[in-house]
């Protein structure tokens, strides 16, 4: 079919679902973009800060597509079909739309096809009007059956993809205070293998090997951002270190000046050319995969490093004045309550600034489905829309009751101050939004822990 426009849709989050509206959709943009490089008129409506998408609706001609990406997404999908009149070409793509593909086709008439895994070139042939039997990676109805076309082979990132931010309607940022947040993404992939991690795999249980974009690339697309704070989507920005060298060179050359978070791993530590650079070209928050407070936890995970060595991989980072945001899992395989709660002293050793604790979790092409077939006293459940691990000796509740009594143990007054220090000396909050960030952060998280009010679930 000839298309004569697209729509490009994000749910809104439903009732009890994180909302995250403050975040750009940066999955959907990509795809609008590509729709619109094929020289189709594209609107783009994100519902959580715009619900009716009725003036957008024109033509039977017209492609729309609907991300749902998050799995707690999914039960947002009825919803927006319901708002959509017969007639339309309707395509899901995202993880959760591949993980779900088949449960959608049986429960949405509406829809005509899900994209499996990346879906820049399948959206560009489907956008050209190329029949679905023709494309790989895609899942459709036949004559009333289901057809999963086969996986399309994972390729390199396209270096003259940019995303085209003219499409956006919306301001995207925390609302808790007066800041502007982009999303981009340069590489994708991780060439680890972490057991309780499926970001390595696509959601067809195909490994995806890392894969970046050119320094001159992502330097392109750091011209068309406007927002000063820029948050790097990827799942190990530093894989290749040579390319963040180069890319902090051409954002210094260039006289770009922005605030960058990137999640990277404390091997960055090895590299102190890298790490100098990465500072001077204002990647100044670092999001770094702690994940356990025990040798034999961090062994079973694979994780590839000791507590020892992430103590003094941390000394050597902090040296340079980063901002570090830590993550660690609780509920882990063997795990005890002691285990758990030696966070608090090994996250002031580490000298985290801020640290957020996750229940272990996994889905349908995690590697820990595998593992949990060796401890038959390991159950799961889905709880606020995530599929949660927990034990025969440790229940979601009492997990979450863990949780709660390590960030008691380990937000003290003194460390509370030294957050906020540390974010100003930064230069990514003055001092208004500071005292604005204090505000709801003491207001919303830190009094709820400590006055028993902290939800008990997941």
Known sequence: MKFESALCIYPESPLGAPSYKYFPPLGLEIIATVIHNTGIPVDM?????????????????????????????????????????????????????????????KDCPKVAGIVRGDGEEIIREIAEGKPFEEIDGISYRKNGEIIHNKNRDLKDMDNNLIVNRSLR???????????????????????FSCKFCNFSNNP????????????????????????????????????????????????????????FFAAVRIEISKHPTMLEKMKKAGIKFLLIGIEAATDRILKMMNKGFT??????????????????????????????????????????????DTFEVLIL???????????MKEYPEYHKEMQSYEMLIYSDKYSIVGLTEIKNEITRRYYTPTRILKI??????????????LVRYATYLVKKEIVPIFTGKFKTAG
Not at 169 to 191: A, H, I, N, Q, W
Request: proline share 6%; with cysteine.
């Open 307 to 352: 507590t020892e060595q992430a103590i003094k991989a941390m000394k050597i980072i902090k040296k340079y004045g980063f901002y570090c945001h830590g993550f660690l899992i609780i509920g882990n395989f063997t795990e005890t309550k002691e285990d758990m709660l030696q966070i608090p002293d090994y996250a002031r050793k580490l000298d985290l």
């Open 45 to 105: 409506i994100d519902r959580r800060h715009e619900p009716d998408i009725s003036p957008y609706l024109k033509t039977s001609r017209q492609l729309i597509g609907i991300s749902s990406n998050w799995d707690y997404e999914v039960p947002s999908l009825p919803q927006v079909l319901k708002d959509i009149p017969d007639g339309f070409t309707i395509i899901v793509g995202g993880r959760s739309a591949t993980t779900h593909a088949e449960e959608i086709l």
């Open 361 to 371: 979790r996994t889905d349908k092409y995690s590697p820990l489905n595998d593992i």
């Open 169 to 191: 309607k919306y301001r995207y940022g925390p609302p808790e205070y007066d800041v502007e947040l982009d999303f981009m993404s340069t590489s994708r992939g991780c060439p």
């Open 420 to 433: 906020f220090r540390n974010l100003h000396s930064t230069g990514m909050i003055g001092f208004p939004n």
């Open 204 to 259: 067809l249980g195909q490994k995806r090997n890392w894969t970046g974009r050119s320094p001159e690339s992502v330097l392109e697309e750091l011209k068309t951002i406007k927002y000063r704070n820029v948050f790097i989507t990827d799942d190990n920005f530093a894989a290749d270190t040579k390319r963040v060298e180069r890319i902090c060179d051409l954002i210094m050359e260039n006289g770009i000046r922005k605030n």
